[in-house]
């Protein structure tokens, strides 16, 4: 059962806080009480099972964070200098910060505005154009993003026509479907994380997922440190410090258990959202795509600043005046400084959600009430006009 977080007038309202119960307690307890504690044991062996059952996917790594998840994943592609890797420009930097640990150049593809996700039209004319010149990429890596997957309809067979594989950053969209498959089964691997902001958590850690299940084996194996079967230690190649402890797969266990739970009160706090904020001129709501039933991780609005009186930096800033907390939609990855003179495939409609786009405080622990006074303050920003005229 969920704790409902306490709000008094002036605590703080965070954007997505974990959502813990008796029953996390009690998992990690008896890991503790076990003596397995790090780094495996049978909480990770039994935590990456019940993944591959949740997921529909063969195989699971349960590893230390969704960034390992994603640098791995290129790794057992075997994508390394010289090589291309598209994605999303609309994520966190972690997307690209994996492809350039291979040294590998990221090109970004600009969003659709049916879901935020990765445009596919855009993808499918910039592959035909790379493949005249003789320059497609080794591997596409598409973002799920706030929690719904984008369309792998038509991602999957662009990417199929000219052989080039896909990696699904399904980090934020555990729960999600996409024509009644679950989000992280999509592409030759998957990868989830387990932050503390996201819709489940094991504190920090992530999974790798994926039918090829060799290729979820070699995995394990390079996160454990590529040590060879010898009694004394043997390296044949380099090897990484990836693995998920068994203490914090306790606790991912018993999350994973009550996902469906937390699914349901995120798209109910957003059907919340909806019905307090939509009718006013001026704000609109990420869509839920066709095909797809997103987890409503957060609830991101856009803001047209001409109707409305006040752009989303000011309402951030009210909100943040009254202690809750509120955040711009991703920056672009094409507009980061480290990323400057990568290459983009549109940019526009990303840069448009950046510009307008605000997430609200979306937690499955938020309360009837502090929503609404999230919604209250939200309505009080100086200079919003609320309806149009």
């Not at 790090?38 to 590893?63: W, Y």
């Not at 394990?220 to 797969?249: C, D, K, M, V, W």
Request: proline fraction near 5%; hydrophobic fraction near 40%; charge should be negative.
């Amino acid at each position: 059962m969920t704790r409902f977080v306490s709000t008094p007038q002036n605590s703080r309202i965070y954007l997505s806080p974990p959502d813990m119960s008796d029953r996390e307690r009690a998992s990690l307890m008896a890991a503790f009480d076990s003596n397995w504690i790090a780094p495996l044991g049978p909480d990770v062996d039994a935590f990456e099972r019940e993944l591959s059952v949740r997921t529909g996917v063969s195989a699971a790594a349960a590893l230390s964070s969704g960034t390992a998840s994603l640098h791995l994943a290129l790794v057992l592609l075997d994508v390394g200098p010289g090589d291309q890797v598209w994605t999303s420009t609309l994520t966190f930097a972690a997307t690209v910060n994996a492809i350039r640990y291979v040294d590998a150049t990221p090109v970004f593809i600009d969003s659709e505005r049916a879901s935020w996700n990765m445009d596919p039209t855009l993808l499918r004319e910039a592959l035909h154009d790379a493949a005249v010149r003789g320059s497609l990429p080794k591997a596409v890596v598409v973002v799920d993003l706030y929690g719904q997957c984008a369309d792998y309809d038509a991602i999957l067979a662009a990417c199929e026509e000219h052989g080039v594989r896909v990696v699904e950053d399904a980090a934020e969209a555990l729960g999600a479907t996409y024509r009644d498959r679950p989000a992280g089964s999509f592409g030759a691997i998957g990868v989830l994380s387990f932050n503390g902001n996201k819709i489940m958590t094991t504190s920090g850690g992530g999974a790798l997922l994926s039918d090829d299940t060799a290729l979820v084996e070699r995995a394990r194996h390079l996160a454990s440190q590529a040590r060879q079967p010898a009694a004394h230690y043997e390296h044949e190649e380099i090897g990484y410090n990836y693995r998920l402890s068994n203490l914090l797969a306790a606790v991912g266990r018993a999350q994973l258990a009550r996902l469906d739970g937390f699914v349901e009160r995120r798209r109910e706090i957003n059907r919340t959202y909806r019905a307090a904020l939509e009718d006013i001129g001026g704000v609109a709501f990420l869509p839920e795509a066709r095909g797809g039933r997103s987890t409503c991780w957060l609830t991101c609005v856009l803001l047209d600043e001409e109707r409305l009186g006040v752009g989303p930096e000011q309402i951030r800033e009210h909100l943040e005046a009254h202690n809750i907390e509120a955040r711009p939609v991703w920056k672009p990855m094409h507009l980061q400084p480290v990323f400057r003179g990568c290459r983009v495939v549109g940019g526009a409609v990303a840069q448009d959600l950046f510009r307008r786009g605000l997430c609200l405080p979306s937690g499955s622990t938020l309360s009837e009430e502090a929503q609404q006074r999230v919604v209250d303050v939200f309505l009080e920003t100086p200079g919003l006009r609320h309806r149009e005229t």
